[in-house]
């Protein structure tokens, strides 16, 4: 059984945590900074960091466009806090040039500037019954959903603080700043039945790829 | 809801780590920089190659100039206050700046004592010359460290010794034995618990830039290169003959500081980078590094 191929954007912020969180899970991670370092990867997680920066860098360096295009024919990613931002349709009141990998409007800083930054236990249904501790720094809010997203969690007050559409996720939060993996063993699990799934279905033509356990 | 906490405050430092960090006087300035990818900004009346030139008290920066560049980008800004002066501090949170610069580049207000930066809400950076240095800023409750250097020269080769002594202190501390720790732990000047907890984790407990004399994009790599998270440019960016240009091409070396290639292309075309200073020339009194406790 090979070990998944996961990829983390690396051009700006807290990328080495994703990493760690990755390799102590048994996955491949790899720092993902150009086009071409996207091949082979079973799924890519885009960090937290300066939304701007990230944005800029993955325009400059073509990343955009390469991200897009594999979203569009499935490839799952995970994008926390800054991630997020950069994977919604729409952002604040600006035309996002984003990702587009998942139909929502999100608000940037929404809780107000570093001050306002905190810690709150939140309950994520989809990683069972214990509470997961949310770290959130200058964190955003989905605003409003599209059709097709799943609301994963949300805060006590009721706002939106972790989607799903397909195999694209989005969270407000850190859950790399935490010793807590069962985020990181979530993606891996959806990834693993996708891929178990693909490779059963006919669609699949390569004759290796068919049966293949992962 | 828990707020102001030492894991939202370093938190905080990790968003910004392979990032820039400019300083800037004018909205219009906060502007360029973010539109170069600056993952931050650091909000100030003067850049420190104009405090030195204008001598006299440096004091923290007025809030009208601080606010306009809050309202301006939307990435972090930051501000500097004097070393020791926890009013102006206190006046910087409530002005809602994202981090305070508890700075050696302003004129010190207190000869003995660092402020007690775990009464606030905000986060602080401190400077650093060395492991010792890093250590008791990091236990008066600085979230994240940066080398000192020597700010407002363009001239790397202070911030070099700096991050070249703290790494080397880093790796030293890392292969002592726990009988040695103490002892280390009075020789460096450092609380305890810190030394043991960089003896065994082999890293900083925060995450430390480096600071003071960066000025071109290979000065920015180098730091990358010797160990540093991330970069501020105080003097280099809006110093330089084509600000704009000069941002762009740091942001981008430090994105790829490992990569020469990319920072040959960025170095292209320029112009000059800012005028810098010998530091032999300096006088002792014009030394800002010393200034810290």
């Known amino acids: 059984m090979s070990a998944m191929r996961i990829g983390v954007l690396a051009l700006q912020g807290a990328f080495r945590e994703h990493i760690q969180a990755l390799v102590r899970l048994g996955a491949d991670a790899v720092e993902v900074r150009r086009p071409r370092d996207l091949d082979g990867l079973d799924g890519l997680i885009i960090p937290g960091g300066e939304s701007t920066t990230i944005r800029l860098l993955m325009a400059e360096y073509g990343l955009d466009d390469a991200i897009r295009e594999r979203i569009g024919s499935g490839f799952p990613v995970v994008g926390t806090c800054a991630g997020m931002i950069v994977l919604a349709k729409h952002v604040d009141d600006e035309a996002s040039p984003g990702l587009n990998g998942l139909d929502v409007q999100v608000h940037r800083n929404a809780f107000g500037r570093q001050v306002d930054s905190f810690e709150e236990d939140i309950a994520i249904p989809a990683l069972g019954d214990t509470l997961f501790h949310g770290v959130f720094i200058r964190a955003p809010i989905v605003e409003s959903v599209g059709p097709g997203v799943e609301v994963l969690a949300k805060l006590p007050d009721g706002r939106i603080v972790a989607v799903r559409q397909g195999s694209v996720i989005g969270v407000s939060f850190h859950p790399e700043l935490t010793d807590d993996d069962r985020f990181h063993r979530l993606f891996l699990s959806l990834i693993a039945a996708r891929e178990t799934t693909a490779s059963t279905t006919p669609v699949c033509s390569s004759p290796t790829a068919v049966g293949e356990v992962r | ?293």
């Open chain 2, 1 to 293: 809801m828990e707020r102001g906490t030492f894991t939202v405050k370093s938190g905080h430092a990790e968003m910004l780590k392979g990032g820039v960090i400019m300083d800037v006087v004018t909205a219009e300035q906060a502007r360029i920089a973010e539109e170069a990818g600056a993952c931050a900004v650091m909000a100030l009346e003067r850049v420190p190659s104009d405090i030195r030139a204008a001598g006299g008290v440096a004091r923290m920066a007025d809030p009208t100039i601080v606010e306009a560049i809050m309202q301006t980008v939307t990435i972090p800004v930051m501000a500097k206050c004097r070393i020791g002066h926890l009013v102006e501090a206190q006046v910087l949170q409530a002005l809602g700046v994202d981090y305070i610069d508890e700075s050696e580049v302003l004129t010190p207000a207190d000869d003995r004592y660092h402020i007690n930066k775990r009464e606030f809400t905000v986060p602080f950076v401190c400077g650093a010359r060395d492991l010792g240095e890093a250590l008791r800023r990091i236990g008066e409750g600085a979230a994240m460290i940066r080398t000192k250097g020597e700010a407002g020269t363009g001239n790397i080769v202070e911030a070099t010794r700096h991050i070249r002594t703290l790494m080397a202190q880093i790796r030293g501390l890392h292969s002592m034995s726990e009988d040695e720790l103490m002892a280390e732990a009075k020789a460096l000047g450092a609380p305890y618990e810190l030394v043991r907890d960089v003896a065994r984790t082999g890293k900083l407990p925060v995450v430390h830039f480096a600071a003071g004399g960066v000025a071109t994009p290979s000065d920015a790599a180098l730091m990358m290169q010797l160990g540093s998270e991330g970069v501020f440019v105080g003097s280099g960016v809006f110093k330089s003959q084509d600000p704009p240009a000069m941002a762009r091409a740091i942001v981008r070396a430090v994105t790829s500081y490992n990569v020469p290639g990319e920072i040959l292309k960025v170095s292209r075309g320029l112009g000059e980078a800012m005028r810098g200073i010998e530091i032999g020339t300096l006088r002792p009194e014009e030394i800002l590094a010393t200034r810290g406790w």
